[in-house]
């Protein structure tokens, strides 16, 4: 299994980007597909996590209304865009998939890790 992150780097605060993830190496359909985090001297969070079919999202309060989740299943891509940027979000975000629901992915360890992209927002 492969999940590979991109689309980090800087952004100026209020600012946007984009992060991509494209998942390969098995079937990801009864898998939640998500976003953690890990700043500087800090623990990894959980950011937001989708299922298979996009009904249903999950995102950590302090990215509720600025972050969307979203994936095209066809290319078994997950995004995360990243608005309204804040220093406070600057990290190591790296994508993640486990078995289960959106919800779960914010309570137990996923499954499977991808590499970390670094975004940095600046003042």
């Known amino acids: 299994v492969q999940l590979q992150a991109s689309g980090g780097g800087l952004a100026q605060v209020g600012g946007s980007l984009r992060l991509s993830c494209a998942a390969s190496?098995?079937?990801?359909?009864?898998?939640?597909l998500g976003w953690f985090r890990q700043a500087p001297g800090k623990e990894r969070e959980f950011v937001a996590a989708?299922?298979?079919?996009?009904?249903?999202?999950s995102y950590a309060d302090s990215v509720k209304g600025r972050f969307t989740i979203s994936r095209n299943n066809a290319e078994n891509t997950v995004y995360l865009q990243m608005n309204s940027l804040e220093p406070e979000d600057t990290a190591v975000y790296f994508c993640?998939?486990?078995?289960?629901?959106?919800?779960?992915?914010?309570?137990?360890?996923?499954?499977?890790w991808g590499q970390g992209t670094l975004v940095t927002v600046s003042s």
């Open positions: 993640a998939a486990g078995f289960g629901t959106a919800q779960a992915m914010g309570v137990m360890p996923p499954d499977y």
């Open positions: 190496g098995r079937t990801f359909r009864s898998y939640a």
């Open positions: 989708t299922t298979w079919s996009g009904s249903s999202t």
